[in-house]
């Protein structure tokens, strides 16, 4: 029987494999590119929001297993969301992510995949580079957004 280690890495294997919201978006207005020094993976992140929501987010870059299904489960989690769902999300998954301690929340849906990842220090960075990236791009940072 499958347990749930086995589903979240299966999650994680398949946004890698097929990244959901991969490419440029055509029509955005918010957007921004964050990297990774340690290990010189980057990513881009163009989002179309109109009326405090998320119409539309896609990303492109060049990325591990983790970056890219993190990537891949964040947009199509805040597509749709306004902003205020989006900060709260955010918190959630940077809780999930960062504290051991934390429960994961029931309602993080497939995002729950990558709290494995709290047990490997090294890749917390991995899958919180998106989340970081698109922070900046809705507060319009233009500086680039790095993990270091
Ligand atoms: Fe570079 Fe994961 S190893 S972001």
Redesign the pocket.
Known sequence: MMDLADLYRDVIVDHNKKPRNFGRLEQFNRDSEGN?P????RLHIFIDVESDLIRDIRFEGK??A??TASASLMTEAVKGKSLAEVRHLFGEVHDMLTRHDAPVPADLGKLAALSGVREFPA?V??AS?CWHTLNAALARDAAPVT?E
């Open positions: 990774n340690l290990c010189g993976d990325g591990c983790i970056s890749r960075k991995c580079l993990t």
